[in-house]
């Protein structure tokens, strides 16, 4: 069983940084993928980064690649999502979540765990 706290959400300006951290409960946190996702206003969920067990291999949806960095540290169990040069579509309640797998994937569906979302509005 994991349970996933997300934190650092907030209204930023077009621009501008911030730093999403999803803390993780739970002994399998250091042996299991995890990804980010986001719902924006009037959308479904989207796929946003994925990192395998170690943090050895990411991947990103093209929307955010070179914008926003997924990274992890197994010791404090917590998955981080830096996010840069924001812009207003990217506005939206972001999730983490968490796999019963050393890979992550790019689907929702093979998530088993999940935060309950910290919000992100950037401004124009």
């Known amino acids: 069983q994991v349970q996933l706290v997300e934190s650092g959400g907030g209204l930023v300006q077009a621009g501008g940084s911030l730093r999403l951290s999803c803390a993780a409960s739970g002994r399998t ?12 206003p ?13 943090g050895g291999s990411t991947t990103y949806a093209d929307s955010v690649k070179g914008r926003f960095t997924i990274s992890r540290d197994n010791a404090k169990n917590t998955v981080y999502l830096q996010m840069n040069s924001l812009k207003p579509e990217d506005t939206a309640v972001y999730y983490c979540a968490a796999r019963t797998s050393y ?20 401004s124009s």
């Open 42 to 54: 009037g959308k479904e969920r989207e796929f946003v980064a994925t990192i395998n067990w170690s």
């Open 103 to 122: 890979s992550g994937s790019y689907y929702s569906s093979e998530y088993m765990y999940w935060g309950q979302g910290t919000q992100v509005t950037v």
């Open 29 to 40: 946190f250091s042996t299991s993928a995890m990804g980010w996702f986001r719902q924006g």
